[in-house]
């Protein structure tokens, strides 16, 4: 096969080709939504590393892989090879990038909502669909388990966390204490009559005394999202800012799409959300969300 | 409420997490079920956290109280 006299390369990394620095090989990025790899497929991925790339992969820091070295002409193969078994390829460029999480709550004792399964319904609703292409710039969607915030749900375009409000059962405390020294907030203090006061101008809504308690008295009022929007890294680095809280699963996979509604009508080209958020304003931003 | 007595005992005052909760586990799996553990933890970390985790393997958690010198006693019952 002889090389066409010119690539096309903005046009290549739709299709997750990423031009190297040595002349005529490419990086091919995989499509691995909150970095959950199914290990047949981590087989064939090898495979293709071998007989096509260099025998190298690059994992990315958003949960990808990169199948290095893999030269032009080579290209087409190696995706046919990786979409026949099933392994999907990835994209760069302006658009919805695959989203990332953490493991979440079916696999992290930490976990308050399942972020792996909620990043999945988001990958599958808006990635390489027509709400998630043609943006402005690219725009990252992360969703975290807890308060703990692993996969960095403020560095994001848009970012989730789970929450959890706790509500205390007095006849079912014992007057332990164990929630007041869990407590990481100063959130909560034993009064005379041994039972816990909570304040909830301290309280961020983690959990740790629903799990601490060994009579089970502080339990689940509600369990939520709390959102993030215009979070971004790069040479200007900006935290995302609050735009909801306790948001269920399915109203966040709206925030997302009227997110993404709202960039697209008022982002300028090559701007990323939080610049476009810091132009027209963030309760603007929140005016649009959730309606 | 009468007081119960512990059948065993293991001072984990200066046990580092999760080393509390594992040394705990193991001394529970010696234990008949229905027998009580009574187990002396540190402040911060171990108090937040082992309770928590023996509570997770099913186990019951009978009594946790303030002991002398900012530590605290914690009876388990074997599930």
Known sequence: ?????????????TGGFIKQKEKDFFALRLRTPVGKIDADHLEV????????????????VRQGIEIQGIPFEQLQNARDDLEAAGVRIGACGPRFRVVTACPGADICPNGLVDSAGLGLAADERFYGQPEGLELPHKFKVTFAGCLACCPKPQENDVGFHGLVEPELFADDCNGCGVCEVTCKEGAIVMEDD?????????????????????????????????????????????????????????????????????????????ERLGVTIGRVGLDELKRRVGK | MTEIKADDSLDLRGVLCPINFVKTKLKLEEMDAGSHLEVLLDDGDPIANVPQSVKEEGHQIMKVGKADGGHYRMLIKKA
Not at chain 1, 1 to 13: F, G, N, Q, S, V
Not at chain 1, 45 to 60: A, C, E, F, Q, W
């Open chain 1, 1 to 13: 096969m002889t090389l066409p006299k010119t690539i096309d390369l903005a046009a290549m990394k």
């Open chain 1, 45 to 60: 991925i090898s495979k293709v590393s071998r007989k096509y790339g260099d025998g190298n992969l690059h994992l990315t």
């Open chain 1, 194 to 270: 041994d039972l816990p006061i909570k304040d909830d101008a301290k309280c961020i809504d983690c959990g740790d005394c629903i799990k601490s308690c060994p009579t089970d008295a502080w339990k689940v009022k509600r369990v939520g999202l709390a959102a993030y929007a215009g979070g971004r890294w790069g040479r200007h680095p900006e935290l995302g800012q609050k735009i909801g809280e306790f948001i269920s699963p399915d109203d966040a996979m709206e925030v997302i799409a009227d997110v993404l509604r709202f960039y697209k009508e008022e982002g300028k080209r090559g």
